[in-house]
């Protein structure tokens, strides 16, 4: 009888030490989960204001208020560069077409496909299609050794001409041509002006429009009449 007693005083401590043990476990892990939202928000924080270092240009916030045309021509002439860029692609490898109206470097591919294929009988030119996926391999080939991503950057381009926009004077450039000509100058405006997550990709885009003013001995930012009619 007395070991029975015992064994039940004993059962009931142990109990009472378990349910003990099990709050402070609970609590533990209460304080735990705090710590550990407390260092994932902290981690957030600091993504935040990483992101927001990115995307405000370097000194932009000390230049806004005083620089805002500068910022503003450069954000056109870098959607001037990117429609140039395209403009040459298009030209190049189109050289047949008179006209580029509708004409997307994004899809090149499909519209090789489509001029070299009879709306009327569906027959294909199989020499003209050939030859002008030969130019489209040649030139991507090209570009790729300067950055550029045939996968990305034709989207790139078209998302900086409907960003900014183009040059107004596209036909009448006299006071800034030679600078706007100048690729070292474009860079470092480029480099000065632009947002930093976007500053490679603008300046891979210079560098492949550098690439065709060496091959067709053009200026940089050529007149519309200098190239298709379409331009």
Same mark, same amino acid.
């Given at each position: 009888?007395?070991?029975?007693?015992r064994?039940s005083?004993?059962e009931?401590a142990?109990n009472?030490e378990?349910? #003990?043990?099990?709050?402070?476990?609970a609590?533990?892990?209460?304080?735990?989960?705090?710590m550990?939202?407390?260092?994932?928000?902290?981690?957030? !924080?600091?993504d935040?204001e990483r992101?927001?270092?990115i995307?405000?240009?370097?000194?932009?916030?000390?230049?806004d208020?005083?620089?805002?045309e500068k910022?503003?021509?450069?954000? #056109?002439?870098v959607g001037?560069i990117?429609?140039q860029?395209?403009r040459?692609? !298009?030209?190049?490898?189109?050289?047949?077409q008179?006209?580029l109206?509708g004409y #997307?470097?994004p899809?090149?591919?499909?519209k090789?496909?489509?001029?070299t294929?009879s709306p009327?009988?569906g027959k294909?030119?199989e020499k003209l299609?050939?030859?002008l996926?030969q130019?489209?391999?040649h030139?991507?080939?090209?570009?790729?050794?300067?950055?550029?991503n045939?996968?990305v950057h034709?989207?790139f381009t078209?998302?900086?001409?409907?960003?900014?926009?183009?040059?107004?004077?596209?036909n009448?450039?006299?006071?800034?041509l030679?600078s706007?000509n100048?690729?070292?100058?474009l860079?470092?405006?480029?480099t000065?002006c632009?947002?930093?997550d976007?500053v490679?990709?603008?300046i891979i885009?210079?560098n492949?429009?550098?690439?065709?003013?060496?091959?067709?001995?053009?200026?940089?930012l050529i007149?519309p009449?200098?190239?298709?009619?379409?331009?």
């Amino acid at each position: 009888m007395e070991n029975t007693k015992r064994y039940s005083c004993d059962e009931e401590a142990f109990n009472m030490e378990s349910s #003990r043990l099990l709050a402070e476990n609970a609590q533990l892990r209460k304080m735990m989960g705090l710590m550990q939202e407390n260092v994932e928000l902290r981690c957030v !924080l600091k993504d935040h204001e990483r992101k927001a270092q990115i995307i405000t240009p370097p000194g932009q916030h000390k230049k806004d208020h005083n620089e805002p045309e500068k910022v503003k021509k450069c954000q #056109r002439i870098v959607g001037e560069i990117a429609f140039q860029l395209d403009r040459r692609i !298009l030209c190049v490898i189109f050289l047949e077409q008179q006209r580029l109206y509708g004409y #997307r470097v994004p899809y090149i591919k499909e519209k090789i496909i489509e001029v070299t294929t009879s709306p009327t009988t569906g027959k294909v030119d199989e020499k003209l299609r050939s030859e002008l996926y030969q130019r489209y391999n040649h030139i991507m080939d090209e570009l790729r050794k300067l950055g550029y991503n045939p996968a990305v950057h034709p989207h790139f381009t078209e998302y900086m001409v409907n960003t900014y926009g183009i040059a107004k004077d596209r036909n009448a450039r006299t006071k800034d041509l030679s600078s706007y000509n100048d690729p070292q100058y474009l860079n470092k405006m480029i480099t000065e002006c632009m947002s930093s997550d976007i500053v490679k990709d603008i300046i891979i885009i210079l560098n492949c429009l550098v690439y065709f003013a060496r091959e067709d001995g053009k200026s940089l930012l050529i007149s519309p009449s200098s190239s298709h009619s379409s331009v």
